[in-house]
T-cell receptor, first 113, second 115 residues
Framework: KAGVTQTPRYLIKTRGQQVTLSCSPISGHRSVSWYQQTPGQGLQFLFEYFSETQRNKGNFPGRFSGRQFSNSRSEMNVSTLELGDSALYLC????????????FGSGTQLSVL | GENVEQHPSTLSVQEGDSAVIKCTYSDSASNYFPWYKQELGKRPQLIID?????GEKKDQRIAVTLNKTAKHFSLHITETQPEDSAVYFCAAYGDMKTSYDKVIFGPGTSLSVIP
């Protein structure tokens, strides 16, 4: 069974640009959640999607958005990039979400110059 | 608001000794407490979890204890080995099937096991 796949693996952008990250969950998993990982802040919850609906979101500005498609694949978008957005972005999938084991992808390393 | 504190931030132990990492949470509605291990350059992986109706859970050299009254839970690793060296994250959130609670992670503990 294929694991959680995130693309691209690395991204370099400049301030003001926008970026889209992709996450393909494990087959059969309908919940996809996103996290920002930085050395100083650990893992910060961005949002979670289930059956194309966002069920909850973390404390991030509106520049961070996401969506989920009918095949459970999810995308995350960051608009008007800032230097502080440089981080590893991880997605995780689970069958239904709450209280289940999260399977993480390898992440997308975003560098904003 | 919701918060999970984790201590210590770094921990060094001799191979064969025990390691203990403690987490404290603020949201009394939390009832699911997983622990994730992240080796350098790799993705986080679940190593053990506990729910609020259980006080302790063991899996070979790893155990987790929960004190819901005091709102803290701990990870215990016995007979540590070099491959236990990693960053460990605790988390606390609700597991209501009718909604999705924010997953709040602790800031992480970097464990080094010295051969």
């Amino acid at each position: 069974k294929a694991g959680v796949t995130q693309t691209p693996r690395y991204l370099i952008k400049t301030r003001g640009q926008q970026v889209t990250l992709s996450c393909s969950p494990i087959s059969g998993h309908r919940s996809v959640s996103w996290y920002q990982q930085t050395p100083g802040q650990g893992l910060q919850f961005l949002f979670e999607y289930f059956s194309e609906t966002q069920r909850n979101k973390g404390n991030f500005p509106g520049r961070f958005s996401g969506r989920q498609f009918s095949n459970s694949r999810s995308e995350m978008n960051v608009s008007t990039l800032e230097l502080g957005d440089s981080a590893l972005y991880l997605c995780a999938s689970s069958f239904a979400g709450p209280g289940e084991k999260l399977f993480f992808g390898s992440g997308t390393q975003l560098s904003v110059l | 608001g919701e918060n999970v504190e984790q201590h210590p931030s770094t921990l060094s132990v001799q191979e064969g000794d025990s390691a203990v990492i403690k987490c404290t949470y603020s949201d009394s509605a939390s009832n699911y407490f997983p622990w994730y291990k992240q080796e350098l350059g790799k993705r986080p992986q679940l190593i053990i979890d506990i729910r609020s109706n259980v006080g302790e859970k063991k899996d070979q050299r790893i155990a987790v204890t929960l004190n819901k009254t005091a709102k803290h839970f701990s990870l215990h690793i016995t007979e540590t080995q070099p491959e236990d060296s990693a960053v460990y994250f605790c988390a606390a959130y609700g597991d209501m099937k009718t909604s999705y609670d924010k997953v709040i992670f602790g800031p992480g503990t970097s464990l080094s096991v010295i051969p």
